[in-house]
């Protein structure tokens, strides 16, 4: 079937599907080496999660044969709680146990993305957390043995030139297999680019104090004999390896700091003050606290934590639901812990929380206590996983698939880490992981799917609503059907933009005009002004309305407007060779037609928004030499500075920048809570300064409008973020940034104190 046919095809059935997720507002994505945040903490649910007790929230009555439901996870998920026989609180009492209080006002699913039904590629725990970290399938358990493709941890250590302190996996059991995931064997990359591991439980456990306390006597400056002993047990803790471990790149200093750590922490717990959650009663929950402690001290870039205590579901049920319940406990920990207590993480960190397998769909008839059965893991149901993400640039209260609707598999965690970290590019194009796509990137895909079923539905209700901002007063009374007319835009988009034109790394929102969806087709493609001109720029217009010859978009159809750029589509199925001048005299003729929407009406000439072009950051008075930025592209200001003059960048479309009306700005610590901040009053001048701005590194941009920062409110570490609002003399208010623009702009207009 030709690829057109198939599209087609799909589109028309899309009508009897039902939709897997609620639409997202927009993708957040990071460009090519830029962050979405500087911190990433992965939350793997070791030893095997049932989605029937977990996202499923069916408790008892699907494992059980017990009709007692209700949602056991409500720090990571909406749903009420089961009000009958509750076996997983703190008191051990069958029919009156007390469930932990809810630490999160908000649910983890609430303020992100939540993947429902996630593909686990094998069912053993080494095999599922190694294809998880490696986005590579492992079909064999290999317990003892390094994983042969590199980890994450190598991927960012490499390939972004991380310290090893920056890099940390923290977890104890499954077996002795834990300790070999840091990094792998793989020659390119190996144990220079590991990552430092961490066993909490036996390092500051029995173990620990035989092995380790007395390095607490030692300084940095003495031998590191005691040290070499100490890194030895904290990467060989069940002894696997009868071996000294390599170096993974701990510097002296990094070493003579993780020394000092161990140090404090081994204080601390004699103290009873480590950062563990409210309630401490297992090794997940303890190991938990300690990461925290590891993430305060270390502010990693990336941080595994591993929780394994949901593997007694083998034999012990009650003892599942109970560690399930802490491993859910713990993760609201973690993420209040990093929002309230570490401040250079708080806004600035996404974390994920993935399962490494399913449990299987029948019990095993291993009874415990409460007489419930116990679950292996070995068939279908067990490679059924969930996967939720949050953070900044993270669509909130988003769901996507659904039991009959299998989204992303667990490999594609390693490129989604990479892509908010910034080295998706490089991950992908080592050609060591299995797949090149991110969990953002089926966000995308699914959206597009969405698109067309959407579009179906409105053209088999007749639907005349118009979805882009034009002059509301025209009339659109008519009941064309749109696909008998081959001029219309809605066949122009099916037949042409969409399966000819919107190709992986063509116009498929790599660059405008972005053909993924009829909307943006056509929103980028009226009024909007060209990217490639010919040498005299004789055009101002992609579509210009009524005039095929003024618009670039039909020229590009027949000559090489520019001798160099080719002639449009660079690459064509069989279907636009067979029909090509046809389709090109469509085109034409829509445009001359007067390049009518999707419901037929004609657009207005635009009065478009003003729009946030830069922002530029000045020692106070001055107006050359702008601070410089961080990767994520925050600018930083050092603490010593009690004031700096922020300036901004503005364009309309019809004013002069000095001309807008309104003129405030907002500033805040929190990334989207700008409601209750006061506004405040910007200073805008005739003539503007020259500088750089967010959309070019070669062309300046001119900047009308300053405000002078008081920092002597902020300490090291905070990130401050600011808005401006502006209005030109016919839209409403304009926010600059607003909630919805990409992340990578969104730090552009933030100033971190260093």
């Known amino acids: 079937m030709k690829r057109r046919s198939f599209i087609k095809k799909a589109s028309l059935a899309g009508v009897a599907i039902t939709t897997p997720f609620i639409l997202p507002s927009g993708r957040l994505f990071a460009a090519s080496g830029m962050r979405m945040s500087d911190h990433v903490v992965l939350v793997a649910f070791a030893g095997g999660v049932r989605q029937q007790e977990s996202i499923l929230q069916r408790y008892l009555d699907d494992s059980q044969a017990y009709p007692s439901a209700g949602n056991i996870l409500y720090n990571l998920f909406d749903g009420a709680a089961p009000t009958d026989k509750i076996v997983y609180g703190t008191k051990n009492i069958i029919d ?9 006002s908000q649910t983890i699913q609430n303020q992100g993305t939540t993947f429902r039904e996630v593909n686990a590629s094998a069912v053993g ?3 599922g957390v190694n294809a998880m970290i490696t986005g590579n399938y492992m079909y064999t358990q290999g317990l003892r043995n390094k994983p042969t493709m590199p980890t994450i941890f190598e991927y960012l250590r490499r390939h972004q030139g991380e310290k090893a302190t920056k890099t940390w996996f923290i977890g104890n059991g499954i ?11 793989h020659s390119a990359y190996g144990a220079s680019y590991g990552a430092n591991f961490l066993a909490p439980i036996i390092t500051f456990g029995s173990d620990g104090e035989k092995h380790l306390k007395n390095a607490k006597v030692y300084h940095p400056e003495d031998e590191l004999d005691p040290m070499y002993k100490m890194k030895y047990f904290l990467d060989n803790v069940w002894y696997s390896q009868g071996k000294q471990l390599p170096n993974i790149g701990n510097t002296e200093e990094e070493k003579a700091e993780i020394k000092t750590f161990v140090k404090d922490m081994f204080d601390k717990t004699e103290a009873g003050t480590i950062a563990h959650p409210p309630i401490a009663d297992n090794g997940d929950l303890r190991t938990i606290g300690y990461a925290c402690e590891v993430m305060k001290r270390f502010k990693p870039t990336l941080t595994v934590i591993y929780l394994s205590n949901v593997d007694s579901c083998h034999g012990n049920f009650t003892s599942y639901l109970e560690s399930l319940h802490r491993a859910d406990h713990g993760v609201g920990h973690i993420w209040d812990y990093i929002q309230n207590n ?9 974390m994920m929380v993935v399962p490494e397998h399913g449990r299987n769909l029948n019990s095993n008839n291993i009874e415990d206590g409460n007489a419930f059965s116990g679950y292996d893991h070995s068939d279908a149901n067990s490679r059924r996983i969930f996967s939720s993400i949050v953070g900044p640039g993270i669509d909130s209260n988003l769901s996507i698939g659904s039991e009959s609707n299998q989204i992303g598999d667990i490999v594609n965690i390693t490129p989604t880490i990479a892509e908010i970290l910034g080295c998706k590019n490089e991950v992908v194009g080592s050609g060591l992981v299995a797949s090149s796509k991110s969990l953002f990137d089926l966000i995308w895909s699914m959206k597009k799917i969405f698109l067309y079923i959407l579009l179906i539905f409105c053209f088999s209700c007749k639907e005349e609503i ?27 988009h099916s037949n042409i933009f969409s399966t000819t034109c919107a190709n992986s790394g063509c116009h498929d929102g790599t660059f405008e005009p972005d053909f993924r969806t009829i909307e943006s087709s056509y929103n980028s493609l009226i009024y909007q002004p060209p990217i490639k001109n010919d040498i005299s720029n004789s055009f101002e217009y992609r579509v210009k309305p009524g005039n095929s010859l003024q618009s670039v978009l039909y020229h590009r159809l027949i000559v090489d407007i520019d001798g160099i750029s080719g002639i449009m589509p660079l690459e064509s199925e069989e279907d636009w060779q067979e029909n090509q001048q046809e389709y090109i005299q469509n085109i034409k003729d829509w445009i001359d037609q007067g390049a009518k929407d999707m419901f037929g009406n004609l657009p207005s000439f635009p009065n478009d928004i003003p729009l946030g072009r830069g922002m530029a950051v000045y020692n106070s008075g001055q107006t050359t030499n702008p601070l410089n930025r961080d990767a994520s592209g925050s600018v930083l200001v050092d603490n010593s500075l009690n004031n700096v003059d922020v300036w901004f960048s503005v364009v309309d479309d019809i004013l002069a920048p000095f001309d807008l009306q309104h003129n405030k700005l907002k500033k805040s610590t929190s990334l989207f809570n700008f409601y209750e901040i006061l506004e405040e009053d910007l200073q805008v001048f005739t003539s503007p300064i020259n500088e750089l701005g967010y959309f070019s590194t070669t062309t300046n941009e001119q900047y ?11 300490s090291v570490g905070d990130i401050i973020y600011l808005k401006i609002y502006v209005k030109d003399d016919v839209n409403p208010i304009s926010e600059i940034p607003n909630n919805g623009s990409p992340f990578t702009f969104l730090r552009h207009f933030s100033i971190k104190i260093i």
Do not use: C, Q, R, W
């Open 125 to 127: 725990h080494y095999a």
């Open 96 to 104: 009156g146990d007390t469930p932990i209080p809810k630490i999160l």
């Open 466 to 492: 118009n979805p882009f901002e034009f002059d509301n007063n025209v009339n659109s009374n008519n009941d064309t059907v749109y696909f008998d007319d081959p001029t219309s835009f809605s066949a122009l």
């Open 704 to 714: 009308f409008h300053k405000y002078s920062l008081d920092l002597t409110n902020y």
């Open 175 to 185: 077996g002795n297999s834990i300790p070999l995931l840091d990094y792998s064997t």
């Open 342 to 350: 570490i401040p250079s993480m708080a806004n600035n960190t996404t």
